[in-house]
T-cell receptor
Framework: AQSVAQPEDQVNVAEGNPLTVKCTYS??????LFWYVQYPNRGLQFLLK??????LVKGSYGFEAEFNKSQTSFHLKKPSALVSDSALYFC???????????FGSGTRLQVQP | GAVVSQHPSRVICKSGTSVKIECRSL??????MFWYRQFPKQSLMLMAT?????????EQGVEKDKFLINHASLTLSTLTVTSAHPEDSSFYIC?????????????FGSGTRLTVV
C-alpha cells in the first residue's frame, strides 16, 4: 500500500525555538513529496516539495524539509518558530502513475508566545 | 502567482436540494482539476479527478451521480452535490495542476464549507 503518515496529531513549541513536524511515507518507486499549510476554513498553501535533487529542500516562510530515503521520511523543519506559524500542516505524496496527491492526517502546530 | 478562485466559501442548504461549487483558474489554464473532501479534524480525501472536456474519474466509494463534476472549459470546473443530505456536510476543496511548476505543481482553492440542514 502507498501512504503517508504524520505520527503526531499536535506539536507544541515555544516561539523562537526550532520546530519539527514529522512525516513518513510508503510508496513504490520514487516518491514526490509535498508540505502544505492550512489556516482555519481556508484552502491549502504550498510550502515546499521534493521531486529530485538535493535532499534538503527550502521552501516558503523559512521552512525546509529533508528527504531521507533510508528512513522514508520527509520531516518539516524551521529554525525559529513564530506564533503566526500556528496552523494545520499536511504532508502529501504523489503516487507512482497518478498525479493526485495523497495526504497525511495532518499535524496541528501550536506556537506559544 | 497562480490563483484558483473557489465559490461559495460557505453555503447552507436544505436537505434534498442541490448545491453547486465553482472553481476557476484566474490566470492559467487548468487542464486537470482535483476535488477533495475534508471532514472536521481529518485529512483531505480525493473524490475525483477531472480533465477538461472529458468525464471525471471518481475514487472508489464516491457516488458519481451524487457528486456531479463538470470541467467544460480550461478555466472552470464545478462540483454539484445533488439531493444533499446532512452527511454531505463537509469542507470541499478543489486543486488545479499548475503549469510552470513542473509536473507536480498544484494550486488549491480556498475551500467551500457546506452545511446541509
Amino acid at each position: 500500500a502507498q501512504s503517508v503518515a504524520q505520527p503526531e496529531d499536535q506539536v507544541n513549541v515555544a516561539e523562537g525555538n526550532p520546530l519539527t513536524v514529522k512525516c513518513t511515507y510508503s510508496v513504490s518507486g520514487n516518491p514526490y513529496l509535498f508540505w502544505y499549510v492550512q489556516y482555519p476554513n481556508r484552502g491549502l498553501q504550498f510550502l515546499l516539495k521534493y521531486i529530485t535533487g538535493d535532499n534538503l529542500v527550502k521552501g516558503s516562510y523559512g521552512f525546509e524539509a529533508e528527504f531521507n530515503k533510508s528512513q522514508t521520511s520527509f520531516h518539516l523543519k524551521k529554525p525559529s518558530a513564530l506564533v503566526s506559524d500556528s496552523a494545520l500542516y499536511f504532508c502529501a505524496v504523489s503516487l507512482t502513475g497518478r498525479r493526485a496527491l495523497t495526504f497525511g492526517s495532518g499535524t496541528r502546530l501550536q506556537v506559544q508566545p | 502567482g497562480a490563483v484558483v478562485s473557489q465559490h461559495p466559501s460557505r453555503v447552507i442548504c436544505k436537505s434534498g436540494t442541490s448545491v453547486k461549487i465553482e472553481c476557476r483558474s484566474l490566470d492559467f489554464q487548468a487542464t486537470t482539476m482535483f476535488w477533495y473532501r475534508q471532514f472536521p479534524k481529518q485529512s483531505l480525501m480525493l473524490m475525483a479527478t477531472s480533465n477538461e472536456g472529458s468525464k471525471a474519474t471518481y475514487e472508489q466509494g464516491v457516488e458519481k451521480d451524487k457528486f456531479l463534476i463538470n470541467h467544460a472549459s480550461l478555466t472552470l470546473s464545478t462540483l454539484t452535490v445533488t439531493s444533499a443530505h446532512p452527511e454531505d456536510s463537509s469542507f470541499y476543496i478543489c486543486s488545479a495542476s499548475t503549469p510552470g511548476q513542473g509536473a507536480y505543481g498544484y494550486t488549491f482553492g480556498s475551500g467551500t464549507r457546506l452545511t446541509v440542514v
